[in-house]
């Protein structure tokens, strides 16, 4: 094996399902909405995916119910949001705590019990690139599918008309309904698309990042990948940097374990003081008066606005 | 007029029962009798003296919390980063119990300032984050709060650890001298119930008959409006971070000084988070916030019962509370209540 093959085969490996909630979230988010319930949402659909698959023997059928459980949760809040006025943050909240202590409840006959797999799906001769090969063509459907997504979801907000009208409406509504878009269904389709994704991402860990269940199986993910979104600008690819980067640094931290046994622990943390640090960058390099003197690659790193009309409910005309 | 007030009653309590029949329903749904239930629950938090004393013990730190949110809240900001707040009391609380200061008779009053000034520490620099530097106060708060917990690992396994083999089970046992008095054999904590109570005094007085409440407020309803009226909102979401982060350390001292006496890794408890709710349900009301979290305390207190009684997860006992406080917001919604009180109306005025 090449030096750090492995290595970088572990990182995309093990990040699949944080790059499938960032993704969710991100086009959630870009419609102006919040989905705060991700840490509860995850826990749910992971059980949901380990439970379904150890009784049907079939992961993808898991991985497709994780999906529905999680656009059910998203379709709540959207639904608490638009048709009912109430807070989206006050739901998703209300929801983590639900959701999460649901999974505790419900999946005490499914800890630490063995289940169905899936199988690696190995293209031949692509699988023998250096890196490339082992990290993307010799892994199993559901991180070939995290990796798709990422390019997928970029061409699909940046490129296409639909992801057009989605930002629309995450920036300003009003002057979108002025458009003849209507923002509330905008929000509903985009937030429940980003449930089913951040549902596919709790199946991606309880089949496969880290397979199986235990009580609070995803503790603390969820609130790490609502900083990663961030930490991503809003950007899809820079999101999926951020997975990565985290990636990286559990393999440091799992790597350290012998040396350090207060540093594995901490280690894991730091997403939340970088992503902090990020705002604060987004804060200082992107005010609208001062992109333009800013070199176009830095731009690219510190840049990305949050979407101006985030977590506001819409305005009834 | 009468008739309306009558009115107005019939609609809270058909609310109440609404979102109690809701909750009810998810118990059902998982497989359990709510009456055993709640039954179970309130004999296992008021049975005997001492398990009054032990919901009591809980009601403290969430009390606390909750009326930090509410001042909090009326400045308009979303304190998730709370359980941070209470995280840095409880440090606070330690650093004096560990130094050369625990094994004096002062060390209680030293850990008040201490923590407190801590807990305020911490919600200051979320104020700071989101004045200075537009971080959302959900995302600043979240990120102070996983700084904090890191470092209350870091802190349990390395310098604090306990003699011989560091454990994340905690630190050693404070020093008696460190530990909060309490009066009779059933251990009441007087200090800590006395302070409680100077608290919800003062933040009645404050939030509903000073001059700097009210401004707070009106910060909380609208900061942009109110920067037209010659006074800086900034300052008032500094002032509430000041408040809310301080009583929030308090809870965190408690925590440390009352209830372990040591530190631990989950020395929050998740009560933070459960004072969300509270407040949540209760609209940010004193009187109702104080009723709201004897109730959820009672709740948690109790629900070390089901595990041996009716062989129930402890976990319940959230899911029965949040999915409360969800139907007690969705009959709260303005369709819901409008719908409820219009049928109300009708049914009422056919009766006569």
Redesign the interface.
């Known amino acids: 094996m090449l030096p750090f093959e492995s290595s970088v085969v572990t990182v995309i490996s093990l990040s699949a399902p944080i790059i499938l909630v960032v993704i969710g979230e991100t086009i959630t988010e870009k419609s102006g909405v919040i989905n ?1 319930s991700i840490e509860g949402t995850l826990l749910i659909t992971a059980l949901t995916a380990f439970a379904v698959s150890v009784t049907t023997g079939s992961p993808f059928l898991g991985f497709l119910c994780a999906g529905l459980v999680g656009s059910i949760a998203a379709l709540v809040i959207i639904i ?1 949001d638009t ?4 807070d989206q ?3 998703g ?3 983590t ?2 959701l999460g ?2 999974s ?3 999946g ?1 006959e499914y800890v630490r019990i063995p289940g169905p797999y899936f199988q690696e799906l190995s293209i031949p001769i692509l699988k023998d690139i250096p890196y490339l090969g082992p990290s993307f063509f010799d892994q199993n459907i559901i991180v070939i599918f995290s990796f798709l997504m990422i390019p997928a979801t970029w061409y699909f907000i940046e490129k296409t008309r639909l992801g057009l009208i989605v930002k629309a409406v995450g920036e300003n509504p009003v002057s979108a309904q002025n458009r003849g878009i209507n923002p509330e269904k905008v929000r509903i389709i985009a937030t429940v698309v980003g449930g089913i994704l951040i549902g596919f991402g709790g199946a991606a860990f309880s089949l496969h990042a880290k397979f199986g269940w235990s009580e609070n199986h995803t503790g ?1 993910y969820g ?1 790490i990948c ?2 990663i979104v ?1 930490f991503g600008g809003w950007n899809p690819i820079r999101a999926a940097i951020g997975a990565y980067s985290f990636g990286i640094f559990q393999i440091i931290a799992l790597k350290m374990q012998s040396v350090a ?2 540093l594995t ?2 280690l894991p ?1 730091i997403p ?2 970088l ?2 640090l990020t ?2 960058f987004i ?2 390099f992107n005010r609208s008066d001062r992109t333009t003197n800013l070199p176009k690659i830095l731009n690219a790193f510190f840049g990305g606005q949050s979407p101006e009309n985030i ?1 506001k409910p819409l305005e009834k005309n | 007029m009468i008739n309306f007030n009558i009115n107005n009653f019939i609609t809270l309590a058909t609310q109440i029962v609404l979102a109690a029949i809701g909750a009810s329903l998810i118990i059902i749904l998982l497989g359990a009798s709510p009456v055993e239930v709640i039954t179970s629950i309130f004999d296992g938090a008021f049975g005997r003296p001492e398990k009054i004393v032990k919901t009591m013990l809980i009601f403290l730190p969430i009390s606390l919390a909750a009326l930090a949110l509410i001042i909090t809240f009326s400045g308009g900001l979303w304190n998730i980063g709370i359980e941070g707040q209470i995280v840095l009391g409880a440090i606070g609380a330690s650093w004096v119990s560990k130094s050369f200061l625990g094994e004096s008779n002062i060390s209680p009053y030293l850990q008040l300032i201490v923590g407190i000034s801590m807990g305020s520490a911490w919600g200051l620099l979320c104020g700071l984050l989101k004045v200075k530097f537009q971080v959302h106060e959900i995302f600043g708060g979240l990120g102070l709060y996983f700084v904090g917990s890191g470092a209350i690992i870091y802190l349990i396994l390395g310098p604090w650890s306990k003699q011989g083999i560091a454990s994340t089970s905690g630190t050693d046992i404070f020093p008696k001298e460190s530990w909060f008095p309490t009066v009779s054999s059933l251990n009441i904590p007087a200090l800590p119930i006395f302070i409680i109570c100077l608290i919800i005094i003062a933040i009645i007085l404050f939030l509903s008959f000073s001059k700097l409440g009210l401004k707070l407020k009106a910060t909380g309803v609208n900061p942009d409006s109110t920067n037209k009226f010659q006074f800086n909102s900034n300052s008032y979401i500094y002032l509430a971070f000041l408040i809310g982060g301080g009583i929030a350390g308090l809870a965190g001292v408690f925590q440390a000084g009352v209830f372990y006496h040591k530190l631990v890794p989950s020395i929050s408890g998740g009560y933070g988070f459960l004072a969300i709710l509270v407040v949540l349900a209760s609209g940010k009301r004193v009187v109702p916030t104080l009723l709201l979290t004897l109730f959820f305390s009672a709740m948690i207190a109790g629900g070390s019962q089901l595990q041996l009684r009716l062989n129930l997860h402890s976990s319940l006992i959230s899911i029965i509370l949040s999915s409360m406080v969800f139907f007690w917001l969705v009959v709260n919604s303005v369709p819901v209540k409008k719908n409820i009180s219009r049928i109300i109306n009708r049914g009422h005025n056919a009766s006569f």
């Open positions: 705060l608490c048709k009912l006025g109430m943050i006050a739901i909240f209300i929801l705590i639900f202590k649901l505790s409840f419900l005490k603390n609130w609502l900083a961030i046994l207060g622990q901490v943390l939340f003081p992503m902090i705002l604060i804060q200082r977590g």
